[in-house]
């Protein structure tokens, strides 16, 4: 099958993501931190809203989806959503990091009420970033090397606050950041004025970047606007068991990326510093990068399925052998820092194997009843998404919050430290391990993959339609 994409357009879907990412990531690494430590919000109260929010405005996303169904435009059916979301995004980036006079039931209202604003605003242009990895290109191997080099810098952008955070500190007026430590004490907190700036340039930069995918990007596989009901759309989702089979794997495996929820936490408990998050997390994120890099080479020996199995079983003993030799044998500094790489090899199978797996079900459902779903199906990926990450981020604000953390503490017990340490590494890779049960049956790879993309494009008469003039 020939080739769609050129080198603009794979950069820009790249940029993109790691433009939205960047925002998504910023809020979810220091968010609860802010509110803890600025406002003085209790962490477990705020992971339990955390959740709540996310599970409220996950109801948005179908509605999205619906809408993306029924969108008739010349510029296709899911660009037009970016676009109506890079407004509404960057304002609330900004309004959640402005620190207010509030207390007790207000205070935790306002966080309830603003987030959930956010929380709607990010699913705006959530569902159809994710959804359009899908009609970029008819080729489906094409599909997988973009969607491997696109979510590498999606995966940097969801780590890029831990840079972006300690550069602003320093370059504002006033900023207070500093690197060294002496006699073993705690660097200052993070004042609230450097975290609104932050908030400012994170928003800014990344709704630009978000919006190259508007710009560039060409939705390429032809459909039909069609108006569904929410019934037929949820049936047509449960009838899909590909998709279903991926959406409860996702569910089992709700805490396998926690870690981002607590990261600066375990900066602070583990490194002495929030600053330090950067070295914390440097070492995961340059192995998760190695694995996305490395994942669609394995896809091509083993298939999707044995790859998502081998990562996701890898995940869970070298999590489990990070945690028990950190706690029994060594707390070496550099030893940490080796398993956590290593830690991080297993990620592809997060981030990349549900996008490759739900393209590949959009096809199939395409080769069964001639309609596409690109709409219904990724909403109902983001909604998973988005509650699996309330629940791993609840659960693991619960550990630190119940392992008697305290971001002004000078010291961290020992007892803390472990507490911390374990929903660090240890959970995530106990979740690992339970998302493999579900694609034990899940059969859309190799030959019967191949033989639905050569019939839809013998269907489409191998025509390369775009709904985009450009």
């Given at each position: 099958m020939k080739k769609y994409m050129n080198f603009k357009e794979i950069a820009a879907y790249s940029l993109g993501l790691f433009g939205f990412q960047a925002i998504v990531g910023f809020l979810n690494s220091y968010q609860a931190e802010f509110y803890h430590a600025q406002m003085g919000a209790n962490l477990a109260v705020v992971g339990i809203l955390i959740l709540i929010v996310k599970v409220v405005s996950a109801v948005f996303d179908p509605v999205v989806g619906n809408m993306i169904e029924r969108k008739n435009s010349p510029r296709g059916k899911l660009k037009p959503f970016i676009a109506y979301s890079l407004l509404p995004l960057l304002v609330l980036t900004v309004v959640l990091f402005v620190k207010v006079p509030l207390t007790g039931t207000v205070l935790y209202a306002y966080i309830f009420v603003t987030f959930l604003l956010w929380s709607m605003a990010m699913t705006l242009g959530d569902v159809p970033s994710q959804a359009i990895a899908s009609v970029l290109t008819p080729n489906p191997t094409e599909r997988t090397n973009v969607i491997s080099i696109a979510n590498t810098f999606k995966q940097i952008g969801f780590s890029a606050a831990a840079v972006l955070v300690p550069v602003v500190c320093i370059l504002i007026p006033g900023g207070s950041r500093v690197f060294g430590l002496e006699d073993g004490q705690k660097d200052d907190p993070i004042s609230s004025?450097?975290?609104?700036?932050?908030?400012?340039?994170?928003?800014?930069?990344?709704?630009?970047?978000?919006?190259?995918?508007?710009?560039?990007?060409?939705?390429?596989?032809?459909?039909?606007?069609?108006?569904?009901?929410?019934?037929?759309?949820?049936?047509?989702?449960?009838?899909?068991?590909?998709?279903?089979?991926?959406?409860?794997?996702?569910?089992?495996?709700?805490?396998?990326?926690?870690?981002?929820?607590?990261?600066?936490?375990?900066?602070?408990?583990?490194?002495?510093?929030?600053?330090?998050?950067?070295?914390?997390?440097?070492?995961?994120?340059?192995?998760?990068?190695?694995?996305?890099?490395?994942?669609?080479?394995?896809?091509?020996?083993?298939?999707?399925?044995?790859?998502?199995?081998?990562?996701?079983?890898?995940?869970?003993?070298?999590?489990?052998?990070?945690?028990?030799?950190?706690?029994?044998?060594?707390?070496?500094?550099?030893?940490?820092?080796?398993?956590?790489?290593?830690?991080?090899?297993?990620?592809?199978?997060?981030?990349?194997?549900?996008?490759?797996?739900?393209?590949?079900?959009?096809?199939?459902?395409?080769?069964?009843?001639?309609?596409?779903?690109?709409?219904?199906?990724?909403?109902?990926?983001?909604?998973?998404?988005?509650?699996?990450?309330?629940?791993?981020?609840?659960?693991?604000?619960?550990?630190?919050?119940?392992?008697?953390?305290?971001?002004?503490?000078?010291?961290?017990?020992?007892?803390?430290?472990?507490?911390?340490?374990?929903?660090?590494?240890?959970?995530?890779?106990?979740?690992?391990?339970?998302?493999?049960?579900?694609?034990?049956?899940?059969?859309l790879t190799g030959k019967k993959k191949e033989e639905i993309a050569l019939a839809l494009q013998a269907r489409r008469g191998e025509t390369d339609s775009t709904n985009d003039p450009q």
């Open positions: 004025g450097e975290y609104l700036a932050t908030a400012v340039v994170v928003g800014v930069l990344g709704c630009l970047l978000f919006s190259l995918i508007y710009f560039f990007n060409k939705e390429r596989v032809p459909y039909q606007a069609e108006k569904m009901s929410f019934g037929e759309m949820f049936r047509a989702l449960r009838d899909n068991k590909p998709l279903m089979l991926v959406i409860v794997s996702y569910f089992l495996g709700a805490g396998r990326q926690m870690a981002m929820a607590i990261q600066v936490q375990a900066s602070n408990a583990i490194l002495g510093s929030e600053n330090y998050v950067l070295v914390l997390g440097i070492a995961t994120g340059v192995g998760t990068m190695l694995s996305m890099t490395l994942t669609p080479l394995l896809i091509k020996k083993l298939g999707e399925k044995r790859t998502f199995l081998a990562l996701s079983v890898y995940g869970f003993v070298v999590s489990m052998l990070a945690y028990l030799i950190y706690t029994f044998v060594t707390t070496n500094m550099i030893v940490m820092f080796a398993f956590l790489f290593l830690v991080g090899l297993q990620f592809g199978a997060v981030t990349l194997m549900p996008m490759i797996m739900v393209t590949d079900c959009v096809d199939a459902y395409e080769y069964k009843t001639g309609k596409r779903m690109e709409g219904p199906a990724f909403s109902i990926l983001t909604l998973t998404i988005k509650v699996c990450l309330a629940i791993g981020a609840a659960l693991g604000l619960a550990f630190v919050q119940f392992s008697g953390y305290d971001a002004g503490a000078q010291t961290v017990e020992p007892g803390t430290k472990s507490l911390i340490y374990f929903a660090y590494v240890a959970l995530p890779g106990i979740f690992s391990l339970l998302s493999i049960f579900p694609i034990l049956k899940y059969d």
